[in-house]
């Protein structure tokens, strides 16, 4: 074992790194306040908590700071501080702007079939216009009523549309099938699995009981991801964010979601050992999953697909959103889905089946 490396250095210069990124203050205050809380403690008894699994009972140590503490007293660089280090060594803008030229589609679209705005032919040709190689379609499944989902008769039919409208689009340029397919409570996917073969890509997301305990919130994930039919998990934590008026594009009225609560580490284990991929969706108002999850992703070796999910023409070109938080989280451009060619995505998405 190397020798201990100071905990309470480490916490503060992680608050730093963070503060001087423009994260938000309470995740500052977070790693300062665990930094005064272990500060307090012997070296004795901070080696005795890292031991017995204690140090979270120590008011003002998460899971997270707790989890950077054991890997200081075990002599390693924190992980979280090691994916800030490594970001911060680098002109983010560039990586970003890198990353989005690299993007050769978007596997996370709406059109006016379920909850978006438009038809699915003028969604395609704004796809053309911003350069894409390929469209995913994934209107909502049965279960979302509020959405309209498609019934499995309206699916067929939508399939169907779609094989025409490629017909007419511009060489060069391919319409993918797919759904967003609820997760039912019991991990199931809500829609005939025959026809879930039968799609291009299917992503697979919660959008009901989101205040779930841990523990079955995690169970319920876990099986879908399992699931062969499933090729992306969208949209992980089901947050909602409050976008101010004339900010980013976007607006959004209402309250804020919290994050649902789940084992983030074995989920995204799931999806590493299935190789499915982690949405990074590039909505303002979700930007799902939060920095802190999207590293530890990362970190599980898993993939990812960074997706618009738009729901009309103009948020097609979103994108950037989601290639900034992928720049600030070190994801590695090859283990992104959509920088690959229509055809090697199919492959992909075939091979979980």
């Known amino acids: 074992m190397s020798p201990a490396r100071d905990p309470v250095a480490d916490l503060r210069e992680i608050a730093f790194r963070l503060e001087s990124a423009g ?10 306040s665990a930094a ?9 008894e901070i080696d005795q908590r890292v031991a017995d699994g204690s140090l979270t009972t120590v008011p003002g140590v998460g899971e997270v700071t707790a989890r950077c503490v054991a890997e200081s007293v075990a002599g390693e660089e924190p992980v979280y501080l090691r994916r800030l280090v490594a970001t911060s ?7 970003a702007d890198t990353l989005r030229r690299t993007l050769r589609g978007d596997c996370h679209s709406h059109s006016d079939w379920s909850d978006g705005g438009s038809p ?20 909502h499944s049965p279960r979302l009523t509020v959405a309209r989902g498609l019934s499995p008769d309206r699916l067929r039919e939508q399939l169907a549309m779609v094989a025409g409208i490629n017909a007419g689009l511009p060489d060069g340029f391919r319409l993918l099938t797919g759904i967003e397919v609820d997760i039912l409570e019991d991990g199931s996917l809500d829609q005939e699995p025959e026809l879930l073969a ?4 299917v992503v697979g997301s919660v959008h009901s ?16 991801i399992a699931n062969p039919h499933l090729d992306i998990l969208g ?32 989920v995204f284990a799931a999806c590493a050992e299935h190789g499915k991929a982690v949405e990074i969706n590039c909505r303002p108002d979700r930007l799902d999953p939060p920095k802190r999850l999207l590293r530890l992703a990362v970190e599980a070796g898993c993939q990812f697909a960074i997706d618009t999910d738009a729901h009309a023409p103009g948020q097609l070109d979103w994108l950037g959103y989601g290639c900034e938080r992928a720049a600030r989280c070190a994801v590695p451009v090859a283990s992104i889905v959509n920088t690959w060619s229509a055809e090697r995505v199919l492959g992909w998405a075939a091979g979980h089946g």
């Open 36 to 44: 005064a809380a272990i500060g307090r403690l012997s070296a004795e």
């Open 235 to 266: 949209h992980c934590t089901g947050r909602r964010l409050t976008v101010r008026a004339g900010g980013d594009r976007a607006h959004r009225e209402g309250k804020p979601r919290p994050e649902s609560t789940f084992d983030a580490g074995a």
């Open 209 to 224: 009981g989101l205040r779930a305990e841990s523990a079955a919130m995690t169970k319920r994930m876990v099986t879908a």
């Open 23 to 32: 994260e938000a203050t309470y995740r500052v205050r977070a790693f300062r």
């Open 120 to 139: 699915i032919e003028e969604m395609a040709l704004a796809a053309v216009r911003l350069g894409h190689e390929y469209l995913v379609i994934t209107d």
């Open 198 to 201: 039968q799609l291009d890509v």
């Open 89 to 95: 060594a680098v002109d983010l803008d560039e990586v």
